[in-house]
């Protein structure tokens, strides 16, 4: 089993719509979780951590889910700017960040 | 400020020679990671350096592959005798703190994509 697991989509969604991506992880030991995005051909670029009580900014809300070991994303109002890949990171075992493969999203005017 | 910067941006080498990659953190980043992104795959974890502590190797693929940080600042991560698969962009990323609890974000310089033929 891997250890970040996401539905890669990709997710084809209208201007304004609300759209959720899941991540699961393995490790019920993780303690630190986040949210990048990344554009085609560019470097991931933290788009927000993810708490344990959820957090939001913005159009942006996060949430954790210790009990069965899943983060999510929701993005309200979807911008054409939104269109990148969304990658979930979860730390595992001493000093390792495992990446999921990411959620493709493009927004459609 | 000046973020993370790698170099060379892109690498064309040929199937038996050795390569170095560099990485320049962004300065007082006592975490240094490096990855490789295969094409629509997501990041692989390679070495991880924390100040003056021992690295973490855990990540490395094969012998071929090492790094070294030296004044705990730039890293160079070498590969010796590249091979096809080893094509790949090479992604360093460094952080104020180490993982673990309330670990930091990390800042992702642009890569070298690597392309051995």
């Known amino acids: 089993r891997k250890e970040v697991e996401q539905d890669p989509g990709p997710f084809n969604v209208p201007e304004g719509a609300t759209v959720a991506f899941n991540c699961t992880y393995s490790n019920s030991a993780s303690q630190s979780f986040f949210w990048y995005r990344q554009d085609c051909r560019k470097e991931p670029k933290l788009l927000m951590s993810v708490y344990s009580s959820g957090n939001e900014d913005g159009r942006f809300t996060a949430q954790l889910n210790r009990a069965s070991q899943y983060i999510s994303l929701l993005i309200r109002d979807s911008k054409l700017s939104d269109s990148a890949t969304y990658l979930c990171v979860v730390n595992g075992v001493g000093n390792q960040f495992y990446f999921g493969t990411g959620t493709s999203l493009t927004v459609i005017p | 400020g000046a973020g993370v910067s790698q170099s060379p941006s892109n690498k064309v080498t040929e199937k038996g020679k050795d390569v170095e990659l560099r990485c320049d953190p962004i300065?007082?980043?006592?975490?240094l990671y490096w990855y490789r992104q295969s094409l629509g795959q997501g990041l692989e974890f390679l070495i991880y350096f924390q100040g003056n502590s021992a690295p973490d190797k855990s990540g490395l693929p094969s012998d071929r592959f090492s790094a070294e940080r030296t004044g705990g600042s730039v890293s160079t991560l070498t590969i010796q005798r590249t091979q096809q698969e080893d094509s790949a962009v090479y992604l360093c990323?460094?952080?104020?703190?180490?993982?673990?609890?309330?670990?930091?974000?990390?800042?992702f310089g642009p890569g070298t994509r690597l392309t051995v033929l």
């Open positions: 300065s007082g980043h006592t975490a």
């Open positions: 990323a460094s952080s104020l703190t180490a993982a673990g609890a309330g670990a930091d974000e990390q800042f």
